[in-house]
């Protein structure tokens, strides 16, 4: 499943970042940022109607992605 996809307020963990195209600046910038996988994140917030931007926390730190950059990343839900 992508982050862009992931409910608000569930947990997730990161398995990775993927490239769209070579080189891609924004998965290596996301990777410097912290999103690497084992990493635990969550969707905190999003824009209205669904839009963007999202509001997503990792560790103590918030980042505003749009939906583009957050589909970018791979994550497994958190088991219930």
């Known amino acids: 499943m992508r982050l862009s996809e992931l409910a608000r307020g569930l947990a997730a963990t990161i398995r990775s970042v993927d490239d769209v195209s070579q080189p891609d600046l924004i998965a290596?910038?996301?990777?410097?940022?912290?999103?690497v996988a084992g990493e635990a994140v969550r969707v905190i917030a999003q824009g209205?109607?669904?839009g963007?931007?999202?509001?997503?926390?990792i560790?103590?730190?918030?980042?505003?992605?749009?939906?583009?950059?957050?589909?970018?990343?791979?994550?497994e839900?958190?088991?219930a």
């Open 59 to 75: 560790g103590s730190t918030q980042f505003a992605l749009r939906r583009s950059e957050a589909a970018r990343v791979s994550v």
């Open 48 to 50: 209205p109607f669904g």
């Open 52 to 57: 963007d931007p999202l509001l997503i926390q």
């Open 77 to 79: 839900p958190a088991s």
């Open 28 to 35: 290596g910038r996301l990777r410097e940022l912290g999103f």
